[in-house]
């Protein structure tokens, strides 16, 4: 007997194993591979890139091989202006191709040995990204579905004590009738999100921030 829920299953399955390979340049699973790695890394948290060293011709190979955009080069492709492209697919292949090793982001990071190529931002952007990844990532563990409840996430993301005192607080500002605590006011709803985008001043409006909402893209 034909099952299509099965089969559908089975389809998102081969699908995303493709989007694994695109992203890994053959290959579905992430084994000892630097530049898939670096790839998993920078889909997930927007990595960019000095051009110092040996730079260049990692990025070049990202450009090449692991599905980076590339905005715009300098004569002679010296300087490259390059981005990992906003994309949920790509996004989750990443998250499940690090989650199978069993091993953070964090730990992929600091062990890569191109670290040195990997600009940190200017104000602990990478960190933070990181700090919110891992709480997106431990709620999820936590509660199976993509999308996480809000109380879960903020738990993982702050310490005990902390999370404590914000879910029993009340808000500053807030309707009629709607004076209640953290933990009433968000009890039910959830959270989706598997990578993070930078922006400029300019995209800062309401006409692109629900863009990047619904694609999964916290800012």
Known sequence: MYDAAEDKYRSEIEFMDLVKAKL????????????????????????????????????RTQVERHMRLCLAATAGSDTLVTLAGSEP????????????????PVH???????????DRGRRGELVAALLIMR???????????????????????????????????????HREKEYKTFAATFKGYGIWFNHVIKVENKMISANHLWKFITRGAPY
């Not at 989750?92 to 690090?98: D, M």
């Not at 990532?137 to 914000?166: H, T």
């Open 24 to 59: 890994l340049d053959g290959p579905d699973t992430l084994r000892d591979d630097r530049p898939g790695s670096l790839t998993c890394l920078s889909v997930r948290f927007a990595l960019e890139f000095t051009m110092d060293g040996t730079a260049s011709d990692i990025i």
């Open 89 to 104: 697919l790509l996004a989750e292949a990443a998250y499940e191709l690090i989650k199978k090793t069993r091993s953070s």
């Open 108 to 118: 992929h990071l600091a062990k890569h040995s191109d670290l040195n190529c990997v």
């Open 135 to 173: 709480a997106c990532d431990a709620a999820r563990a936590s509660s199976g579905p993509k999308w996480v409840p809000v109380d879960i996430f903020m738990e993982e993301l702050l310490p005990r004590v902390p999370y404590g005192i914000l879910e029993e607080s009340f808000p500053t500002f």
